[in-house]
């Protein structure tokens, strides 16, 4: 395996700092919740994280959609990721923007590519319970 997944971040805005660090921004930790549906976000960022065993480039496809549909949440992609030497972690900042969240579920964030085995993060989408007027 010439990438080997370590983590997916699931986030509102990710932004790199001049002296190399990551500053996340809206974490979500473990879903997502929306007072209703249908719901619009402007973008969602997925922020993945590799441990390369090998130099190489690679062309990730990534696509956003509910699990139990099969609807796709947002426009689809490519992202090219180059590793030109060996030592550290590859990291692969995806923005997905007009996410549309049409129905509560589980949703899959999927990122698949040649000599790759693929990556499915589930990202749960909720709406909370209503509560009853007095």
Known sequence: MALVH?????CDEIRREDNG????IG???PGITFPQFPA???KLIFF???????????DLDFRLTHLATGAIAGPTGRVHLEVPVLGGFAYVPIQIP????Q???DYAFVL???NFDGVTVQIPVTQPPAFPVH
């Open 103 to 105: 129905m509560p579920g």
């Open 21 to 24: 660090k990551f500053i996340v």
């Open 40 to 42: 619009q976000l402007v």
């Open 112 to 114: 698949t590519g040649g």
């Open 6 to 10: 370590k983590y997916t971040l699931v």
């Open 27 to 29: 974490l979500y930790t």
């Open 98 to 101: 007009n996410v549309n969240f």
């Open 48 to 58: 993945s994280c590799f441990e390369p065993t090998t130099t190489g480039t690679w």
